[in-house]
């Protein structure tokens, strides 16, 4: 009895199509990791919402550097909370001045010496315009306003 040949197996090599299922989970995969990421460099995952920060060129000289600020200079809240960090490369403060229509116990307690990396939280009790300093380089001044 004679046999034939089989067919030569021409599936076996060729590459398996994905469905559309498998593309959409991989790209809610990939949106996720971006999503999270985006949140845990934002600050989101710390507790604490940084609203200010606190800048300079690593020297503030006495001369009124420009280049050491808060940023922003001028900050509307949209709560009773603020957050300032010292992004910069020297120390700096928070230093509240008084503050007109806010009775003076209402006022925020101003911040120690806060290092380079370090957070200062500030609540309000009273709403108003509060006007701050930084107190080792007095022309870095800006405000707050708290609904």
């Keep these: 009895m004679e046999t034939s040949p089989k067919p030569a197996d021409t599936t076996s090599g060729a590459p398996k199509k994905r469905g559309k299922g498998m593309w959409i989970a991989v790209a809610a995969v990939v949106v996720i990791i971006v999503v999270v990421a985006g949140l845990y460099f934002a600050g989101y995952f710390s507790g604490q919402t940084v609203n200010i920060s606190i800048v300079d060129d690593a020297k503030c000289t006495p001369t009124g550097d420009t ?18 960090k010292n992004n910069g490369g020297v120390q700096h403060t928070v230093t509240f001045n008084a503050t007109t229509g806010v009775n003076p116990a209402n006022q925020p307690t101003s911040s120690a010496t806060l290092d380079v990396g370090n957070t200062f939280t500030a609540t309000f009790t009273t709403s108003g315009t509060y006007h701050y300093y930084c107190n080792i380089h007095s022309w870095m001044q800006a405000t707050v306003t708290i609904p």
């Design 67 to 84: 280049a050491c600020a808060f940023s922003p200079t001028s900050y509307s809240a949209t709560g009773k909370t603020v957050t300032w």
